[in-house]
């Protein structure tokens, strides 16, 4: 066993085993007394997850599987995020990336050629040396191009390090870059140290799997460097930057290809599992710690395994859960299987997608053995979340709620995300967010989770396109440690006909606050919340929620007592700009502007219409405070609840990292624009490898 893994080990029994019991017994969200692990952040940490356990044995359980570690550094960390500073309007959001400045772009962006990208529903990865503390030279995240890349020219497949603004100029800077001989349409993930990668390929409409051994100060972007081809049976020994392909075929040796399966590594087992496009789910051997080969069997359990005998039928990315043994992953024919990793038996669904075909992988919650998988169409007019049972039947449906309508032609349904009360309820209850009505404009959708991790309540959020366009992956992140109090945001984006006025009808990634309310919680004025029908409510007093959920009014402007908490209601969330003020001009009751401090200021206690005065007022800056226009009655309602930036084509599935506690770095998010950026950092029309942070975004 390597040194790492020996460490993980023992961090599994000894930290996790405190983390979590501590957590069961007392209810409380305990913080892990140790830190520095490394931390790989890809595609799979968003899909499979934990919910927290209620019992030891589910603890017992859990502890097995190395991603449950990992997700306890992410959900406990401490986090210190720079505060923004007073006269920085873009970042007086508290955790909000983007601010109204069209020109805003971000942190940085740096080129990954013209024409690339990592694709719609792909996603870059991130590696963190230490959990606890960035390094400018060895952390570093990684993105796929997806071009052909040439020696000595176009990479396919390219890491930054230097990412951060207290880094040694310049920031970022380049790595690695490589040819590895094919495209790379599919999501990278790393070994546990970080030293290796692995992914999938497709050269010649045939697809492989690759393993990458990489080397520090080694190419670039436009001047890549091809890594030496080894063996499996030599690519263990082998000098980086070296890597080792093989081949995908099929049950009868026939070579197929991998343009939509990333790979799922298991870091327990060494194993890992991908899926092609006639439809056979892949499992491979020793990959980054022994001698990389994929299982192959004549007699049962036979690999690899055909999910549909029907016909081929491309399949998604798949997702392996130790807790039930179990994989999952659906296909372009709208069907869901459930494969037992030891014995290879695979049960389908019913068909559950008549659209696009199920494009995303599935969330798994492992702790509570269920899955999420996103339909575009259902067949009865709408686009919909199904929810598995580890187990299920065949032919089973699951059970189902809708997040709009659909068409004939539907647009892709993305994963979504839950939130922050779902991970630490103890009993998988919260909320879940998707970005649905894959038959007309993007909308976000709330999805209510009760007990158990079932499907409830749906509510309608605000559409974030004006027509008809794809949507993103969405994320949500909890930053327990912003200024004024905790925060919490979803992320989503729009490939075109962004709402907001920045994105100027253009490719769009906006976020909306999404914290959730908690029963005898403390919260500070200003602070903000999404209750149950989709609005803001900000807090205008300092105190304590009561044990019960209020009854939250659908009025705007009301005021609401909680506890000894007061509640100010902002206003359903949308992706609109609020216009600003105006001299002379006639405002109605309810009426929002946006004043120059980023404040949402609500006209109240009048009735009709009133009229502002010549000169802008001095609004306040504090929650509930009212100011005097003329004949006009401003109430300051909180903070603007959502930010944006403009992204060409919109953007890849995002990657956040938001887990450092001290160094040079707060939290960034990372993503690939699906078009060619007009001005990315100092090149022009290419596609562009972007961090987007708390910190300046000007």
Not at 242 to 268: K, R
């Amino acid at each position: 066993m390597s040194g790492n893994a020996a460490r993980f080990v023992r961090l599994g029994v000894g930290l996790v085993g405190l983390v979590i019991l501590g957590c069961v017994l007392t209810g409380q969200a305990a913080k892990p007394a140790r830190q520095g692990i490394p931390l790989p952040t890809d595609w799979s940490h968003s899909h499979l997850i934990f919910s927290q356990p209620n019992s030891v044995e589910q603890l017992a359980r859990l502890e097995e599987d190395p991603r449950f570690e990992q997700q306890l550094y992410r959900r406990y960390q401490a986090l210190r995020l720079p505060a923004a500073p007073e006269d920085d309007a873009e970042s007086a959001s508290q955790f909000g990336f983007w601010g109204r400045n069209p020109r805003s772009q971000g942190l940085w962006q740096q080129t990954l050629g013209a024409g690339a990208t990592v694709g719609a529903g792909n996603f870059p990865a991130k590696f963190s040396f230490s959990s606890g503390t960035a390094s400018c030279a060895s952390d570093f995240v990684v993105f796929s191009t997806g071009l052909t890349g040439t020696t000595g020219g176009q990479a396919t497949i390219a890491a930054f390090n230097n990412l951060y603004t207290g880094c040694t100029a310049p920031v970022p800077a380049v790595y690695w870059a490589y040819n590895t001989g094919g495209q790379i349409l599919t999501s990278p993930v790393f070994s546990r140290d970080g030293s290796q990668i692995a992914f999938a390929q497709t050269s010649g409409g045939l697809g492989y799997l690759v393993i990458l051994k990489w080397k520090a100060s080694n190419g670039t972007v436009g001047a890549s460097v091809a890594p030496t081809s080894e063996t499996p049976a030599t690519y263990f020994g082998c000098t980086a930057p070296c890597m080792t392909t093989i081949a995908l075929e099929d049950g009868s040796l026939i070579p197929t290809n991998d343009v939509s399966s990333s790979v799922f590594y298991n870091y327990g087992g060494d194993i890992a599992w991908v899926g092609d496009s006639r439809g056979w789910l892949h499992q491979f051997t020793g990959v980054f710690l022994g001698t990389p080969a994929e299982v192959r069997t004549a007699t049962a359990p036979i690999w690899p395994v055909q999910m549909n005998a029907g016909g081929p039928l491309q399949l998604a990315s798949a997702v392996y859960d130790h807790g039930s043994g179990n994989v999952f992953v659906g296909d372009q024919g709208g069907f869901f299987y459930e494969v037992n990793a030891t014995t290879a038996v695979v049960t389908k669904s019913a068909q559950v997608d008549f659209g696009t075909g199920i494009v995303a992988g599935p969330i798994v919650d492992s702790s509570i053995g269920v899955a999420y998988v996103f339909s575009s169409n259902n067949n009865a007019g709408n686009a919909s979340v199904y929810r598995f049972k580890s187990g299920f039947a065949a032919g089973s449906a699951g059970a189902k709620v809708s997040v709009g309508a659909t068409a004939a032609t539907p647009k892709p349904l993305y994963e979504g995300a839950l939130d922050s009360a779902y991970e630490s309820s103890g009993t998988a209850t919260g909320a879940l967010y998707v970005c649905g009505h894959t038959g007309g404009a993007p909308t976000l959708y709330r999805i209510a989770i009760t007990a158990g991790g079932v499907l409830g309540a749906v509510r309608a959020g605000p559409a974030i396109a004006s027509a008809t366009t794809a949507c993103s992956p969405v994320i949500d992140v909890l930053n327990p440690n912003a200024t004024g109090g905790p925060a919490e945001w979803i992320f989503a984006s729009v490939q075109a006909s962004g709402t907001p006025g920045p994105c100027a009808a253009g490719g769009c990634i906006m976020n909306f606050r999404s914290l959730p309310w908690t029963a005898t919680t403390g919260y500070s004025i200003g602070q903000e919340i999404l209750d149950t029908r989709f609005q803001v409510e900000v807090a205008t007093s300092t105190g304590t929620s009561a044990a019960a959920r209020p009854p939250w009014s659908a009025a705007k402007g009301t005021i609401l007592t909680d506890g000894t908490v007061t509640w100010l209601n902002q206003g359903a969330v949308t992706a609109a700009t609020p216009a600003t003020w105006l001299a002379n001009h006639v405002y109605a009751v309810g009426t929002e502007i946006l004043d120059t401090n980023n404040n949402i200021q609500l006209v109240t206690a009048a009735v009709g219409t009133r009229t502002s005065g010549a000169s802008a007022p001095t609004f306040s800056t504090v929650p509930g405070i009212t100011t005097t226009d003329n004949t006009v009655t401003w109430t300051n309602a909180g903070s603007i609840a959502t930010w944006n930036l403009s992204s060409t084509g919109g953007t890849s599935g995002m990657i956040i990292d938001n887990t450092v506690t001290s160094g040079v770095s707060g939290s960034q998010i990372y993503f690939s624009t699906l078009g060619n950026q007009p001005t990315c950092g100092a090149t022009t029309n290419v596609g562009c490898a972007t961090q987007a942070s708390q910190s300046a975004l000007k």
